[in-house]
Each structure stands twice: as structure tokens, then as C-alpha cells.
């Protein structure tokens, strides 16, 4: 485990959040679904009969709903997901001279960021992308958004799946601490819609698309009337195969389909609520109590936004009867599950209310397992 208490003078100065401009309601999502699983179990019926194929399930928006919490999902294309003869986004490739899709997403959250921090490109000394999944190998999309910004300096992307925003943000403490940066750009652009099954009912309502951005920089060269200074960061990884992606280049030296069965996102759901729900509220509860404070002295959770039960369970178990929406606010309700951006989105849209001394902890978990959090504290400058 990895718990980190950080000299004073580290704070967070500005958050982006760039949301796509095409929504998905559940009902529009099972509509799709349900038609590609009339028609799959009828064209299939003689080897579905003979228990060759497995029948398609149908879907209600009421079933999502209560699995999830989730309503309306994001996403960058909604065309190709709610045709039952694709379901599947569609996204055109384009030129290597051309700015990415992911690399664009995350361009957009940047600059709102560096808006609201008051920061220009020749301000930052590094830009760190994470994300659950990235469209590329290399060139590091982190390098294509510092050129985009015309930042000098350096860029790199790292993964750990739904933690990789809270595992993104420490590397970004490390280098200030380090000095090897001064101020960092964190980058999240979760572009998570082309890796789901929108034909599995068990999955295909997770997921949206989206982008958020965070400045990371020293006190001392904050431009902003307040920052929420960073007291300590903590990591925890543990080895599970409850949420699994298979998707990989090596599926052409196996001779498989790389899209094939078991190949996108797939999670054992019930393990993980059962075995994330406690690590999770025990790993919070101990970082504050390291820093010198208890749970309910913490003035806001942005928790994961994975799953309504989730948050909601392990929101009792750190504030007791004191738990509210006020205090872990939610947002997977509009925004569905958006990989290691949740906390970020829910930071970013539930912080300015606060008065000056409020304390809040930022928190991801996910695939690994892993566990990121950082504890914070509302500064003036």
C-alpha cells in the first residue's frame, strides 16, 4: 500500500469537464437492444432450440435503473449504437495527420481546465493522460495533446483502468514533489463506447463517453482567489480477474478475433460490489485517519461513479446516518459509468460551494483491483 502525506503547498487550481454533445436515454438504448435480440434469437432459433446458441436477453429501462442507478449516458457517436444491425458506434478513422478522437476529447477538457486555472500552455511543464482505454499504442496521446497546446516540456499516458485519473493525479504530485515539474495537466478522455457489447444486456448500459482535465501545480504560482490544496495521496492495488478487458494485438498471433466472446469489457458484478464495497470504505477511512482527521469531518466524497449501490453503500459505512447526496454527490445518473472520469466529473461539478477550510477526498476504484484517492483542503491564495 501506498500512503503519501505531502509537504504543504501542492494544490489543485483547475478542473475541465468536456461532455459529448450526443446523449442516450436508457428507453433508446433498450429499444435498440431488444430489436437486435428479437431478431439474433429468430434468425438462431434452430441452434438456440438445440442449445448451440445462447438466446439473446431482453431489457427494460427499469432493469437499468435499478442495477445502476444509471439514466442517460454520453457518448460520441449515438447513430451506429442504436442500429440493431451494428450496434456498435461509428467512429471514421482518420489521417495520421490528423488530431485524434481521443486526443481532440482531451483538448477540449485541457483548455477548460486551463481557463479556470488561469493558466496558459507556456505555464505547464507536463501533461500526464489517463484512462481506462487508449486509442493507440503510441504515439502517447499525451504527446499529441502537449503539441496541440504547444507545451514545452514533457508527456506521457499510463492506465489502471477506473483508477487511472487518482493514479495520474499522485504521479502528477510525485513530479512536483520530485521537481522535475512544476505545474502538470492531467488529462482524462475516457472514450469507452467502441469497447462495449451494446448487445449484452448485462453491460451494453454501463459505459458513456467523456473528458475531464485537472492543473496540479505549487501554491506559490497559483493564479486563482482559492485551490484545494492536496493533503496526502493513497494507492492500493490487488490482483482480481472480477472486471477483465481481453482486447489486445496479440489476438492476431493467436489467430482469434480480437472482437470475439470475452474479448470487451466484462465484470463478475456481485464479486465486485461484495469485495470492493469494504477495501474501498476501509482505505478512505484509514487515509483520513493518517492525516490527523476522522470521516466525518470530511465535507464531500467524490466517490467512483460506478454504480449507484456502490456509492450508496460505502457512503453509510464512512459517514453512518449522516450519508447524503450532499455530501457524495452523484452523477452517474446523467453520465453513466465514464471509467476513471466519474470522481473527477462529480469534483469538478460539486467543489466551488464550498466555504474556505472544507475538507473533501477524491476517490476511484476499479479493474486491478485498484484503489486511488487524494485527501483535500480548501485554500485561500
Known amino acids: 500500500m501506498s500512503e503519501f502525506q505531502l509537504p504543504r503547498?501542492?494544490?489543485?487550481?483547475?478542473?475541465?469537464?468536456?461532455?459529448?454533445?450526443?446523449?442516450?436515454?436508457?428507453?433508446?438504448?433498450?429499444?435498440?437492444?431488444?430489436?437486435?435480440?428479437?431478431?439474433?434469437?429468430?434468425?438462431?432459433?434452430?441452434?438456440?432450440?438445440?442449445?448451440?446458441?445462447?438466446?439473446?436477453?431482453?431489457?427494460?429501462?427499469?432493469f437499468i435503473e435499478k442495477a445502476s442507478g444509471i439514466k442517460n449516458r454520453y457518448v460520441i457517436s449515438k447513430e451506429g449504437?442504436?442500429?440493431?444491425?451494428?450496434?456498435?458506434?461509428?467512429?471514421?478513422?482518420?489521417?495520421?495527420?490528423?488530431?485524434?478522437?481521443?486526443?481532440?476529447?482531451?483538448l477540449n477538457a485541457a483548455k477548460l481546465a486551463l481557463e479556470k486555472a488561469n493558466k496558459k500552455p507556456e505555464d505547464i511543464d507536463a501533461v500526464i493522460v489517463g484512462a481506462s482505454y487508449m486509442q493507440r499504442a503510441y504515439p502517447a496521446i499525451a504527446i499529441e495533446i502537449q503539441s496541440a497546446l504547444g507545451i514545452d516540456g514533457f508527456a506521457f499516458d499510463m492506465e489502471v483502468a477506473c483508477s487511472s485519473a487518482t493514479f495520474a493525479l499522485q504521479r502528477a504530485v510525485d513530479a512536483i514533489c520530485s521537481g522535475s515539474a512544476k505545474s502538470v495537466l492531467v488529462i482524462n478522455p475516457e472514450l469507452a463506447s467502441p469497447q462495449i457489447d451494446f448487445s449484452d444486456r448485462d453491460s451494453h448500459f454501463i459505459f458513456g463517453d467523456v473528458a475531464v482535465a485537472t492543473v496540479v501545480e505549487r501554491k506559490e504560482s497559483c493564479n486563482t482567489d482559492s485551490a484545494w490544496e492536496i493533503l496526502g495521496t493513497k494507492a492500493k492495488t490487488v490482483f482480481s480477474n472480477n472486471i477483465r478487458s481481453n482486447f489486445s494485438y496479440t489476438a492476431r498471433a493467436a489467430d482469434v478475433?480480437?472482437?470475439?466472446?470475452?474479448?470487451?469489457?466484462?465484470?463478475?458484478?456481485?464479486?465486485?460490489?461484495?469485495?470492493?464495497?469494504?477495501?474501498?470504505?476501509?482505505?478512505?477511512?484509514?487515509?483520513?485517519?493518517?492525516?490527523?482527521?476522522?470521516?466525518?469531518?470530511?465535507?464531500?466524497?467524490?466517490?467512483h461513479q460506478a454504480n449507484i449501490n456502490m456509492n450508496l453503500l460505502i457512503a453509510k459505512k464512512l459517514m453512518g446516518n449522516d450519508a447524503?447526496?450532499?455530501?457524495?454527490?452523484?452523477?452517474?445518473?446523467?453520465?453513466?459509468?465514464?471509467?476513471?472520469?466519474?470522481?473527477?466529473?462529480?469534483?469538478?461539478?460539486?467543489?466551488?460551494?464550498?466555504?474556505?477550510?472544507?475538507?473533501?477526498?477524491?476517490?476511484s476504484f476499479g479493474a486491478g483491483y485498484s484503489i486511488g484517492s487524494l485527501a483535500l483542503e480548501k485554500i485561500a491564495v
Open 324 to 363: 447524503s447526496p450532499e455530501r457524495a454527490p452523484i452523477v452517474l445518473d446523467q453520465y453513466a459509468n465514464t471509467g476513471c472520469a466519474g470522481s473527477i466529473i462529480a469534483f469538478n461539478l460539486h467543489n466551488d460551494d464550498l466555504p474556505l477550510g472544507s475538507k473533501g477526498v477524491i476517490c
Open 9 to 62: 503547498g501542492i494544490v489543485i487550481s483547475g478542473t475541465g469537464l468536456w461532455t459529448p454533445p450526443e446523449a442516450i436515454s436508457n428507453e433508446e438504448l433498450v429499444e435498440a437492444l431488444n430489436a437486435h435480440a428479437e431478431k439474433f434469437n429468430r434468425e438462431h432459433a434452430d441452434a438456440i432450440e438445440s442449445g448451440q446458441v445462447k438466446a439473446k436477453s431482453f431489457s427494460s429501462a427499469e
Open 257 to 303: 478475433d480480437p472482437f470475439g466472446e470475452g474479448k470487451l469489457f466484462r465484470q463478475n458484478g456481485r464479486k465486485v460490489f461484495k469485495e470492493v464495497c469494504p477495501m474501498a470504505a476501509a482505505h478512505l477511512e484509514s487515509q483520513v485517519q493518517e492525516l490527523g482527521f476522522e470521516p466525518n469531518e470530511v465535507n464531500r466524497w467524490w466517490l
Open 81 to 106: 449504437i442504436l442500429d440493431p444491425n451494428r450496434m456498435r458506434p461509428y467512429l471514421p478513422e482518420r489521417a495520421d495527420d490528423e488530431l485524434c478522437l481521443q486526443a481532440e476529447m482531451g
